[in-house]
């Protein structure tokens, strides 16, 4: 008797989170669209229920595993806030087996166990349809006070999305973004904001090494200023080959990290660079744009081609390129005196897209280009939205939005065009997302 | 006790002639006043009317100067996302390349400013290219690219904080800054 009534208590209690928390499934709006579940095999498309079981102590750890689920847009996350689910799901029984019919009562297909033993924390994936565990696995986590916890509990995420869908999540991944002229890091779930460049100076533009360990950015001076390459841990930064006169903008690293792609502005115009930070030497200019801008250079994942920006037609439009500056041709169709200006390309990590900011009607508006079909789709239409970086995953894309007022982060996930925002504390624009961070390459 | 109170008066009139302030840099100058006469006696004045007269030129001479630097830092303006130099605005270069021609030894840095709207890091090389007509331009007006330097601010420097096409308007520019032999600047004749 009291059992069951704890159980309808729950439940209701339950039901506006479940169906509040089911992403739309529209571009950049907030219609809610029912998608039918299937079962457990994860398909894209299909976001099965997941609920972080729970359990005694660990909260904050559970609160963050899942927030990183919920974040990787490829499980609808149950949170419980009933205490009374706890023994009930349990079977009243401490570190006895898990009630699975009771959490597929909830439209929970995984449920994730984090227990505490011995210093370190066991991860459980329920199959609850199956009734078994799935995977488990042990993660030995830093004190939390210690500045590298946080990541490893999203690693500890990471993996378990990894075991659910086969595709690991992108909570170990960070940000950098610029703020009043400072570029900061931040983790991917907007917490941890961190200086990396000193306050009074205006610092533009930064952008990832693809290892992690490595940041450029343009250090804008006297209305002039070089690229610069500084290490996350901490030091000074070295300037890039070449760019140590004039302006030097919209730095980007080759994939393999040996290369730094730039442009270069000086009263010939603003042009496309190549240096080799590996070995300091030889800035190869790439582009000859007489009274035409190129810049804002972003590399194919396979290091062989080179995205960017041009105003060789007039209006900023993106065009593509071999890396040894052959080959130029336009990559995103335009109707000439119709579409808007384009600017700020990105590569997606896995070499099908790059995404933009196009303006239409006046305002920004992101904008994703398939590399082999050059169909291009708009993603968004609320607001100002520009400056697009892709995550570790190819689907989710950081991007500055004044749909809040003021200009700061967002993240869309294409698939299913839910947006977030990434909270910081005040305005925020140029954003870079790092790949997933591994732990030899990032300082905490 | 009346020679005190003359003492008196004479000394306010003098710290209030002393207080009266130098008049505002933009105000045209003020015909020099003559010196009270305090004593009846004749003088031989000439020394005096001398140094008014140096004053008074040498004061001229700054009005020119402020004039002509006036002319050289005025600042131009441009349509949304050009660079091309405006007709209207033709004539304000063409006083900075008479005045760059009678002052040979002036150099300028033009810096080229963009609105807010736009992407922020193609607002840079926007500002760069505004800043490069305006120096394309004086050159083909005769004077030597080397003493013309280009930066870009792009919109990291608007001028007017607001967020309307007035405001847009007047941070889509070119600065002029004198960065060497700015003192003593001649007029063009």
Same mark, same amino acid.
């Not at chain 1, 004190?143 to 690693?155: F, I, M, N, Q, S």
């Not at chain 1, 502005?265 to 035409?292: H, K, M, P, W």
């Not at chain 1, 303006?359 to 239409?381: H, I, K, W, Y």
């Given at each position: 008797?009291?059992?069951?009534?704890?159980?309808?208590?729950?439940?209701?209690?339950?039901?506006?989170?479940?169906?509040?928390?089911?992403?739309?499934?529209?571009?950049?709006?907030?219609?809610?669209?029912?998608?039918?579940?299937?079962?457990?095999?994860?398909?894209?498309?299909?976001?099965?229920?997941?609920?972080?079981?729970?359990?005694?102590?660990?909260?904050?750890?559970?609160?963050?595993?899942?927030?990183?689920?919920?974040?990787?847009?490829?499980?609808?996350?149950?949170?419980?806030?009933?205490?009374?689910?706890?023994?009930?799901?349990?079977?009243?029984?401490?570190?006895?087996?898990?009630?699975?019919?009771?959490?597929?009562?909830?439209?929970?297909?995984?449920?994730?166990?984090?227990?505490?033993?011995?210093?370190?924390?066991?991860?459980?994936?329920?199959?609850?349809?199956?009734?078994?565990?799935?995977?488990?696995?042990?993660?030995?986590?830093?004190?939390?006070?210690?500045?590298?916890?946080?990541?490893?509990?999203?690693?500890?995420?990471?993996?378990?999305?990894?075991?659910?869908?086969?595709?690991?999540?992108?909570?170990?991944?960070?940000?950098?973004?610029?703020?009043?002229?400072?570029?900061?890091?931040?983790?991917?779930?907007?917490?941890?904001?961190?200086?990396?460049?000193?306050?009074?100076?205006?610092?533009?533009?930064?952008?990832?090494?693809?290892?992690?360990?490595?940041?450029?950015?343009?250090?804008?001076?006297?209305?002039?200023?070089?690229?610069?390459?500084?290490?996350?841990?901490?030091?000074?930064?070295?300037?890039?080959?070449?760019?140590?006169?004039?302006?030097?903008?919209?730095?980007?690293?080759?994939?393999?990290?040996?290369?730094?792609?730039?442009?270069?502005?000086?009263?010939?115009?603003?042009?496309?660079?190549?240096?080799?930070?590996?070995?300091?030497?030889?800035?190869?200019?790439?582009?000859?744009?007489?009274?035409?801008?190129?810049?804002?250079?972003?590399?194919?994942?396979?290091?062989?081609?080179?995205?960017?920006?041009?105003?060789?037609?007039?209006?900023?439009?993106?065009?593509?390129?071999?890396?040894?500056?052959?080959?130029?041709?336009?990559?995103?169709?335009?109707?000439?005196?119709?579409?808007?200006?384009?600017?700020?390309?990105?590569?997606?990590?896995?070499?099908?897209?790059?995404?933009?900011?196009?303006?239409?009607?006046?305002?920004?508006?992101?904008?994703?280009?398939?590399?082999?079909?050059?169909?291009?789709?708009?993603?968004?239409?609320?607001?100002?939205?520009?400056?697009?970086?892709?995550?570790?995953?190819?689907?989710?894309?950081?991007?500055?939005?004044?749909?809040?007022?003021?200009?700061?982060?967002?993240?869309?996930?294409?698939?299913?065009?839910?947006?977030?925002?990434?909270?910081?504390?005040?305005?925020?624009?140029?954003?870079?997302?790092?790949?997933?961070?591994?732990?030899?390459?990032?300082?905490? | 006790?009346?020679?005190?109170?003359?003492?008196?008066?004479?000394?306010?009139?003098?710290?209030?002639?002393?207080?009266?302030?130098?008049?505002?840099?933009?105000?045209?100058?003020?015909?020099?006043?003559?010196?009270?006469?305090?004593?009846?006696?004749?003088?031989?004045?000439?020394?005096?009317?001398?140094?008014?007269?140096?004053?008074?030129?040498?004061?001229?001479?700054? #009005? &020119?100067?402020?004039?002509?630097?006036? +002319?050289? *830092? $005025?600042?131009?303006?441009?349509?949304? /996302?050009?660079?091309? %130099?405006?007709?209207?605005?033709?004539?304000?270069?063409?006083?900075?390349?008479?005045?760059?021609?009678?002052?040979?030894?002036?150099?300028?840095?033009?810096?080229?400013?963009?609105?807010?709207?736009?992407?922020?890091?193609?607002?840079?090389?926007?500002?760069?290219?505004?800043?490069?007509?305006?120096?394309?331009?004086?050159?083909?007006?005769?004077?030597?690219?080397?003493?013309?330097?280009?930066?870009?601010?792009?919109? #990291? &420097?608007?001028?007017?904080?607001?967020? +309307?096409? *007035? $405001?847009?308007?007047?941070?889509?520019? /070119?600065?002029?800054? %004198?960065?060497?032999?700015?003192?003593?600047?001649?007029?063009?004749?």
């Amino acid at each position: 008797m009291t059992r069951s009534l704890a159980r309808l208590t729950c439940i209701a209690l339950l039901a506006p989170f479940a169906a509040g928390i089911r992403p739309a499934a529209a571009q950049d709006t907030n219609q809610v669209n029912e998608g039918v579940r299937v079962g457990v095999e994860y398909q894209p498309g299909v976001q099965p229920g997941l609920i972080v079981l729970p359990g005694t102590g660990l909260d904050s750890l559970r609160a963050i595993v899942g927030r990183d689920l919920d974040y990787t847009d490829r499980f609808r996350v149950i949170i419980l806030r009933d205490v009374a689910s706890a023994s009930e799901g349990r079977g009243g029984s401490e570190g006895g087996s898990v009630n699975y019919g009771i959490y597929r009562t909830f439209g929970a297909e995984f449920g994730v166990e984090l227990t505490e033993t011995a210093g370190a924390v066991t991860v459980r994936l329920h199959d609850l349809n199956a009734g078994q565990v799935r995977n488990q696995q042990s993660f030995t986590l830093p004190p939390a006070t210690d500045p590298g916890y946080r990541l490893e509990v999203h690693r500890m995420a990471d993996e378990v999305a990894r075991w659910a869908t086969g595709t690991p999540g992108i909570a170990a991944s960070r940000l950098m973004l610029v703020s009043g002229g400072r570029v900061y890091r931040v983790d991917s779930d907007g917490e941890a904001l961190t200086p990396l460049t000193p306050a009074g100076q205006t610092a533009l533009s930064p952008a990832w090494s693809p290892e992690g360990g490595r940041f450029a950015f343009t250090q804008l001076g006297q209305g002039r200023g070089p690229v610069v390459v500084q290490s996350l841990g901490g030091g000074a930064g070295v300037p890039v080959p070449g760019t140590t006169t004039a302006l030097n903008i919209t730095p980007t690293f080759s994939p393999d990290g040996r290369l730094v792609a730039y442009a270069h502005s000086d009263e010939n115009g603003t042009d496309i660079y190549l240096a080799n930070v590996a070995d300091r030497c030889c800035a190869q200019r790439l582009t000859v744009g007489r009274f035409a801008d190129n810049l804002s250079p972003t590399f194919s994942p396979d290091g062989r081609r080179i995205a960017f920006v041009s105003t060789r037609a007039g209006p900023p439009q993106v065009y593509v390129m071999a890396t040894d500056g052959t080959d130029q041709e336009l990559l995103a169709p335009f109707d000439y005196g119709a579409t808007g200006s384009s600017n700020a390309p990105e590569w997606s990590p896995d070499g099908a897209n790059v995404v933009f900011h196009r303006e239409v009607a006046g305002s920004p508006q992101l904008f994703v280009v398939d590399v082999s079909g050059r169909r291009v789709r708009q993603l968004t239409s609320a607001g100002r939205n520009e400056d697009p970086t892709w995550g570790p995953d190819g689907r989710h894309i950081t991007f500055v939005s004044d749909r809040s007022g003021i200009r700061q982060l967002w993240v869309i996930d294409v698939e299913t065009g839910r947006v977030r925002q990434l909270k910081t504390p005040g305005a925020a624009r140029l954003p870079a997302w790092s790949r997933r961070l591994s732990r030899t390459a990032v300082a905490p | 006790m009346r020679a005190t109170s003359l003492l008196l008066v004479l000394a306010t009139a003098g710290l209030a002639a002393a207080c009266g302030g130098k008049p505002a840099p933009e105000q045209p100058a003020p015909e020099p006043t003559p010196a009270p006469a305090p004593a009846p006696a004749p003088v031989d004045d000439s020394a005096e009317r001398d140094r008014l007269e140096r004053e008074r030129m040498a004061r001229e001479a700054s #009005e &020119r100067g402020r004039a002509v630097a006036a +002319d050289l *830092a $005025a600042m131009i303006n441009f349509e949304y /996302d050009q660079a091309a %130099v405006r007709q209207t605005d033709q004539a304000t270069l063409d006083k900075k390349a008479a005045i760059l021609a009678a002052n040979p030894n002036v150099r300028v840095q033009i810096s080229g400013h963009a609105d807010e709207r736009g992407s922020d890091e193609y607002n840079l090389a926007l500002g760069n290219r505004r800043a490069g007509a305006a120096k394309r331009y004086l050159e083909n007006k005769g004077i030597d690219g080397a003493r013309l330097e280009v930066v870009s601010y792009g919109e #990291e &420097r608007p001028l007017n904080a607001g967020h +309307d096409e *007035a $405001a847009y308007a007047q941070n889509r520019r /070119d600065e002029f800054q %004198v960065t060497a032999g700015g003192d003593n600047l001649v007029a063009p004749q």
